[in-house]
């Protein structure tokens, strides 16, 4: 296949959330901060007993034993602050209110610099859909939301990436086949492999310059969002 056929073929671009559309370390650790504040105002027997590295712990050890978890994150934290609110004596009624507090916090992203200007490209020419292995809703964020046709989390198919799951279920929503669909983000093996075995064209977002260490190639490599139009004009 010439590459302006495999360009005219994409109908659908795909973008993984956290490390890919913005730098989501940060954006974590201010919701957990933002959740400690709450409860040091409102509860503050469980801050005074379980520091947020407690709390993470405890949260490694519930994906040690349930494994399923990884693909509904916001179960785990779920689960995770009904433990702590047990502990210390609190009613069960704080947790939804606290997991609230957590996921408003959450979704207070800052998109890397190249993020809005390539979706502002993109989006008149691609229908652009998000699929994240976390709890991010990009249309909670007020300045990506308009961009994205359908966003998918793990939790909403029950299976995380690389599961088939939820590339499938893109292709469902946008109506197209596989091979129409590129998707693009940071992760080897849950991004890249995934939506190769998925049978997507698949670009690795490589924003950290790593060297590429799997044995499948990706159909590109970028380090910038910026570098997009290009890969695709000259072809996957």
Same mark, same amino acid.
């Given at each position: 296949?010439?590459? %302006? $056929? ?20 940060? @954006? ?25 590295? %407690? ?23 779920? &689960?995770? &602050? ?15 209110? *606290?997991?609230? &507090? ?92 995934? *939506?190769?075995? *998925?049978?997507?064209? *698949? ?7 790593? %060297? ?11 380090? $910038? ?5 290009? @890969? ?5």
């Amino acid at each position: 296949m010439q590459p %302006d $056929s495999i360009y005219m073929s994409i109908r659908v671009i795909c973008f993984d959330l956290d490390d890919t559309l913005w730098p989501v370390d940060s @954006v974590i650790r201010h919701a957990e901060n933002a959740l400690r504040q709450w409860f040091y105002r409102y509860y503050p027997r469980i801050p005074q007993n379980f520091s947020i590295s %407690d709390m993470q712990a405890m949260r490694q050890e519930l994906l040690r034993e349930q494994p399923e978890l990884y693909a509904n994150l916001h179960e785990l934290r779920r &689960i995770n &602050i009904k433990q702590v609110v047990n502990a210390v004596g609190y009613d069960e009624a704080i947790i939804e209110p *606290a997991l609230d &507090i957590f996921d408003n916090a959450r979704h207070k992203v800052k998109p890397y610099h190249d993020v809005i200007p390539a979706l502002e490209r993109l989006y008149k020419n691609y229908t652009l859909c998000a699929l994240t292995n976390g709890t991010a809703d990009v249309k909670r964020i007020d300045k990506l939301a308009r961009f994205f046709t359908v966003s998918l989390r793990a939790g909403d198919v029950g299976h995380a990436k690389p599961h088939p799951a939820l590339f499938e279920t893109a292709c469902q929503r946008c109506e197209v086949e596989p091979e129409q669909v590129l998707h693009i983000g940071d992760h080897v093996d849950s991004d890249v492999l995934g *939506a190769l075995q *998925a049978g997507m064209h *698949a670009i690795w977002m490589n924003r950290k310059k790593q %060297d590429w260490n799997a044995e499948h190639q990706p159909h590109a490599i970028i380090h $910038s969002l910026e570098e997009l139009d290009n @890969v695709l004009k000259q072809g996957l």
